[in-house]
């Protein structure tokens, strides 16, 4: 049978290549290189041209973004201007295509309107009197009190999380006001999310706006949770919902961002109109696709942290990756080179000993190109790019990045905005090449990759923090930084990224050959084991043979 006729396409689209002589033309890497150019170029015109006579893009991107953050701290208002001008082409040249028509992104957020409805469920569980404890699970137990107190601290002293980090969970699970979340509102951009902060903000009592796909088994999901918790959960349905069970709301409910985008920021501005809103980014899909629906994202973000007269205080919240180029300091540069040294473990000295220290990728997590000097004080540079994650993933967190500058500096916004760790997510380990290596991290101090839950806790602390402390370092306006890429710099729990001796990128041969080994000895032990207990039983058959 023929292919089923492709749909026409909507929504949000990748720039057209000018003068291209392939009709309809979209091509990933003209947008990814013209989006770092016009951001680079705002501060460093000669950037733009080197940019522009790159060949290999996919192989070379990470050198350009490494040249792009140096400059963004070398230069005086550096990272302000370049984040604007970077922002504005993705506004400007990305498209939008509704009901056949194409149009600039920026023109179609500024005319299309909502035709949603508006739907609320309530919890079904009462607020408790005292909010309840903070609760982290690890390894396959609940911590909370003395034990996570414990187990933050030897994360700390262990260098899997920056020392900020520690104390601003250690700080939220001493705080009971912050633990109640009833007079807070968060709009959670992806609700579904895999590391999104769904369940905890549900548990402590927050109103929840949640924005997620039109897909029932969503958002059946989704209602349960809500109705299960002591909070309350308000979404965009396509029809009235009065009257109808959850089975039925959840056949309306929902929207798309990728399609939808102009109508879920209308929508936004009147729901709960005049509170303030943590707005979260959490949406993630793969390759392409996630640069478009992290552009989706930060066009609801700028509608909403530009328009006052809605919601007068927005706080974007994102999740950085480790995985990306970041500012850090001088005592985790220290430990990098403490952790390269071959007396740092057995393992360390060990791996001298291999082709992969003399002949292979492994190079120290240090050196010349990442210390940069500004005008106010030399800067730490942390290259967590994993080269293999490419330049679309490498956009999409940019823009982040971007948004997030541009909000705390010119629209005086508290951002939260902290490096979470790796995560053993459904949506790395499809990959069978990142689950082997994220099995085999550990062997590099002070590495750990980890579980869902875990990293879902600890990410929504840091959260409360930055949204309940009006001294959050990094977070506040109020509280000055030297440079807005600092932002970044306070709360990484980055999972030992910025501590490794040896650069991200690098580990990963490493990590799997570490994976196979143990698999490899395993198996063999198992081997010998059943072996042995062979032997044992027909020696033993043989002797009751002859005894009979």
């Not at 291209?20 to 501060?43: F, Q, V």
């Not at 995985?323 to 952790?339: C, F, G, L, P």
């Not at 207990?533 to 043979?545: E, M, P, Q, R």
Request: with cysteine.
């Amino acid at each position: 049978m023929p292919p089923p006729p492709r749909r026409p396409p909507a929504g949000i689209q990748w720039p057209l290549v000018p003068n291209s002589k392939k009709e309809g033309d979209r091509s990933t890497t003209y947008a990814n290189k013209a989006a770092l150019k016009a951001a680079s170029g705002a501060i460093r015109p000669e950037e733009a041209a080197a940019i522009d006579a790159e060949r290999n893009w996919r192989k070379n991107y990470g050198k350009y973004l490494l040249r792009h953050v140096s400059a963004c701290l070398e230069v005086k208002d550096g990272a302000v201007t370049a984040a604007e001008a970077g922002l504005q082409w993705v506004h400007d040249n990305f498209e939008f295509i509704k009901d056949g028509k194409t149009m600039p992104l920026s023109t179609a957020m500024a005319t299309i309107k909502s035709t949603f409805k508006t739907a609320t469920v309530t919890g079904s569980v009462p607020r408790p009197e005292t909010p309840p404890p903070l609760r982290i699970p690890y390894k396959g137990k609940v911590l909370e009190g003395g034990e996570l107190e414990r187990q933050v601290v030897r994360w700390v002293e262990y260098g899997t999380i920056e020392p900020s980090a520690g104390d601003a969970i250690l700080t939220v699970m001493r705080t009971d006001e912050w633990r109640d979340l009833s007079d807070k509102y968060f709009v959670l951009l992806g609700a579904s999310s895999a590391m999104g902060p769904l369940r905890l903000l549900l548990e402590l009592g927050a109103n929840v706006i949640a924005v997620d796909l039109d897909r029932p088994h969503i958002w059946t999901s989704l209602l349960a949770l809500a109705r299960a918790s002591s909070g309350t959960m308000t979404f965009p349905t396509k029809g009235d919902t009065a009257g109808l069970t959850d089975e039925q709301i959840a056949g309306v409910a929902g929207c798309n961002l990728l399609t939808e985008t102009p109508e879920i920021l209308d929508w936004l501005r009147s729901t709960h109109a005049g509170k303030p809103l943590v707005v979260g980014a959490y949406a993630y899909l793969d390759g392409e696709l996630h640069v478009r629906v992290s552009l989706a994202m930060d066009a609801i973000i700028k509608g909403l942290t530009e328009d006052k007269a809605a919601h007068p205080a927005v706080t974007p919240a994102y999740l950085c990756t480790p995985t990306d180029i970041h500012v850090s300091t001088a005592d985790a540069r220290a430990a990098a080179a403490k952790n390269y040294s071959p007396l740092s473990s057995p393992f360390a000295a060990l791996l001298r000993l291999t082709p992969l220290f003399w002949f292979g990728p492994l190079r120290p997590n240090f050196g010349g190109r990442l210390t940069v000097k500004g005008p106010e004080e030399t800067y730490y540079l942390v290259d967590g790019l994993v080269n293999r994650q490419g330049p679309n993933y490498a956009l999409a967190k940019r823009m982040q990045h971007w948004r997030a500058v541009v909000a705390r500096a010119r629209g005086g916004c508290a951002v939260s905005s902290n490096i979470a760790p790796s995560t053993a997510t459904a949506s790395v380990t499809h990959n069978r090449l990142f689950a082997m290596a994220y099995g085999g991290m550990h062997w590099f101090r002070p590495m750990e990759v980890f579980q869902q839950e875990t990293s879902n806790a600890v990410m929504g602390a840091l959260l409360l923090r930055d949204v309940s402390d009006r001294r959050a370092k990094g977070a506040s306006p109020a509280v000055p930084l030297s440079t807005p890429l600092q932002i970044f710099s306070f709360g990484a729990f980055h999972g030992g990224v910025w501590r490794l001796g040896f650069k991200m990128d690098t580990i990963g041969e490493a990590s799997i050959l570490m994976y196979l080994l143990v698999k490899l000895l395993k198996l063999l032990v198992v081997v010998a084991v059943v072996g042995a207990g062979t032997a044992g039983l027909i020696a033993a058959s043989k002797h009751t043979a002859a005894e009979l």
